[in-house]
């Protein structure tokens, strides 16, 4: 019979590459842009190259930042259940914050792939953040089914507010 804490251990050292692995690929996307894929609230690299100005590196800095966030986040559900923390409202902006660093439309169907909050849920946390302002919603020019959210400015200002103070840097 194989020993199991062998694997136990290989597991564990594999699984520790991969997140560095993946760590050193999300840097990547930092440096070479990003916009939002459907798996997570996390970056996958643009095709092309283009010169990147001044306001966008202070921008992908920030949503350096914003990914980082998400990612302790996630992380959390690494080392305590899953479902000891409920926080849809937080999940939800976090994910449109780094959406509009990102420059990256998002829908319902796709707020609920990237959070994870299932869609009963998520509509109704985008319908209390939209009626406190913390939400924007714009119909798809293209087709008339579908709506984009955002964060607000009001959301936005919230968002770096409370990243300033939480940080330490006031």
Known sequence: MTDISHFSDLFQSLSSQIEQISRAVDELSFKSGAEL???SCR??????NRKTSPSEVSTRLSLLNV??????????DKYFPSDLF??????????????????????ITKLCKLTSVPYTTSLRWVGHLTEIGIIE????????????LRLSDKGVASFQNWYIHSSGSQ
């Open 37 to 39: 894929d459907d798996k």
């Open 43 to 48: 970056g996958k690299p643009r095709s092309g």
């Open 67 to 76: 990914r980082q966030l998400i990612h302790a986040r996630q992380l959390r």
């Open 86 to 107: 409920a926080d849809p409202a937080w999940e939800i902006i976090m994910c449109l914050m780094e959406a509009r660093l990102a420059r990256s439309k998002v829908t």
């Open 137 to 148: 919603k714009s119909d798809d020019a293209t087709d008339g089914r579908r709506v984009f």
